[in-house]
């Protein structure tokens, strides 16, 4: 976080096209690895199967724009704050539930779902209860994505989670998915929820963060 910086090699850096830089800055990262971690379960995700995103804040809100530019697909939204389910269904979720009670929440899911289940899980939380909740409601031959580092673990017993489920612990992505992702934007299928703030605020901004203050993303402006 500093006024300039030096990049190795020109190699490194990506053409923002038409995009405003502070409003693209956050793709690097916020859509970028939901990007890498949807890409990779593309072949899951038929008309007919429905994806559970945990945790509706910077990465999740992207991941709901990116599913819904790039698959036609069931998505169910999970997430503690009520608020932030109302902003879910502003980006099209198509069902949100409250997960602040694990086992109510895992019985509206199979609810939704029907004996099949969920075909893919992304956990953007990666806490114990959201770990847990993707156990409970993901069918067989389906996949678990934990992308969150809330610290959670995953215990494995016979059928749980079911036969035949993958689980992927992704990180980031490549270059060339970064252009894809900059290509959406610039398409305008996907947009970042930005709040611009001054670089001297940058210890107040991560106190915000961590009191869940900020919506989507907060930009330093140097």
Same mark, same amino acid.
């Given at each position: 976080m500093a006024e300039y910086m030096i990049v190795p090699s020109a190699r490194l850096l990506v053409p923002l096209g038409t !995009?405003? %830089?502070a409003e693209a800055a956050p793709l690097s990262d916020a859509a970028l690895t939901p990007y890498h971690a949807i890409k990779a379960a593309l072949p899951l995700l038929t008309p007919d199967a429905s994806i559970l995103v945990l945790g509706i804040g910077g990465l999740g809100h992207m991941a !709901?724009? @990116?599913l819904r530019a790039m698959a036609a697909v069931k998505i169910i939204a999970g997430d503690i704050d009520d608020? *932030? /389910?109302a902003h879910a *269904?502003? /980006?099209g979720a &198509?069902? &949100?539930i409250n997960t602040r009670d694990g086992h109510r929440a895992a019985e509206e899911i199979l609810d939704l779902v029907g004996g099949r289940g969920v075909a893919v899980a992304l956990d953007f939380v990666g806490a114990q209860s959201t770990i847990d909740l993707c156990c409970r409601v993901v069918g067989r031959a389906s996949r678990i994505t934990v992308v969150g580092l809330a610290g959670g673990t995953l215990h494995y017993s016979p059928n749980r989670p079911p036969y035949g +489920?993958?689980?992927s612990i992704p990180y980031w992505g490549s270059r060339s998915e970064l252009m894809e992702v @900059?290509? !959406?934007?610039e398409t305008g299928r996907i947009h970042a929820d930005v709040e611009t +703030? %001054? !670089?001297e605020s940058a210890v107040d901004v991560y106190q915000r963060l961590r009191e869940g203050r900020i919506k989507g993303r907060a930009v330093l402006l140097p």
């Open positions: !995009l405003d %830089p !709901l724009q @990116i608020a *932030r /389910l *269904r502003a /980006l &198509t069902h &949100t +489920c993958q689980v @900059i290509a !959406l934007a +703030c %001054p !670089l």
